[in-house]
């Protein structure tokens, strides 16, 4: 079985920082592209950044030049440094991860449970 858990959300300032982890585990043999998504309410969800395997990012220009992704290949798990947050930046954050899942034997997507973050004016 393998499971994302994301921590790091909650309420915050505008202007202020909020760093979201989300750690993959376990039968895990290995992890392509890991990203960051997020809803809004009454809004289709929408992809935020990504980092594949080899450290590239892109991120949407929502949130370019505040947000940063980063990933710690040892510890299977994903980083979003989210600085000068904006209340348009409230959603629930889900991370997404496609790996390879020993008991499978491919490849797919898995999903987190999300976690809210909150941006007050």
């Known amino acids: 079985q393998v499971q994302l858990v994301e921590s790091g959300g909650g309420l915050v300032q505008a202007g202020g920082s909020l760093r979201l982890s989300c750690a993959a585990s376990?039968?895990?043999?290995?992890?392509?592209?890991m990203n960051w998504y997020r809803q809004a309410p009454g809004k289709q969800r929408e992809l935020v950044a990504v980092?594949?395997?080899?450290?590239?990012?892109n991120y949407a220009d929502s949130v370019k030049g505040r947000f940063t992704i980063s990933r710690d290949n040892a510890k299977n798990t994903v980083y979003l440094q989210m600085n000068t947050l904006k209340p348009e930046d409230t959603a629930v954050y889900y991370c997404?991860?496609?790996?390879?899942?020993?008991?499978?034997?491919?490849?797919?997507?898995?999903w987190g449970q999300g976690t809210q973050v909150t941006v007050s004016s």
């Open positions: 997404n991860a496609e790996l390879l899942n020993s008991m499978l034997g491919y490849f797919r997507d898995y």
């Open positions: 376990g039968s895990i043999v290995s992890i392509n592209a």
């Open positions: 980092i594949n395997s080899e450290g590239r990012t």
